[in-house]
């Protein structure tokens, strides 16, 4: 069975820094980009980052581009979304997901690539 579980999320001031994680499990982690997507309320969800095992890439929305990291734990099948700076805007639930991975990890911010889904985190930025 594919399961992500996000954590991590929570209510933080803005300027400040929180680190969200998404544990995989019940498929080959090499074969899947895993993209972190938001939703706000009264708004489209949105691709924020992804990143491929496969060829190592990373991908970031704009922006999030030079605040938010993405970055994986193989050994633990658990990919992270590092985000610093953060701005009330960024306030939003949080989900992880899971696609396979063909080539071209741009493509991987549209939400239509992606078969599993988690249950996502809040997260909440105060001005």
């Known amino acids: 069975e594919v399961q992500l579980v996000e954590s991590g999320g929570g209510l933080v001031q803005a300027g400040k820094y929180l680190t969200l994680s998404c544990a995989v499990s019940?498929?080959?982690?090499?074969?899947?980009?895993i993209g972190w997507f938001r939703q706000a309320p009264g708004k489209e969800r949105e691709g924020v980052s992804c990143i491929s095992k496969k060829d190592g890439t990373t991908y970031y929305a704009d922006s999030v581009k030079g605040r938010f990291t993405i970055s994986s734990d193989n050994a633990k099948n658990t990919v992270y979304l590092t985000m610093n700076s953060l701005k009330p805007e960024d306030t939003a639930v949080y989900y992880c997901?899971?696609?396979?991975?063909?080539?071209?990890?741009?493509?991987?911010?549209?939400?239509?690539?992606?078969?599993?889904w988690g249950q996502g985190t809040q997260v909440t930025v105060a001005s």
């Open positions: 997901a899971a696609g396979e991975y063909y080539s071209g990890l741009y493509y991987y911010l549209s939400q239509d690539l992606y078969d599993y």
């Open positions: 019940g498929f080959t982690f090499d074969d899947y980009a």
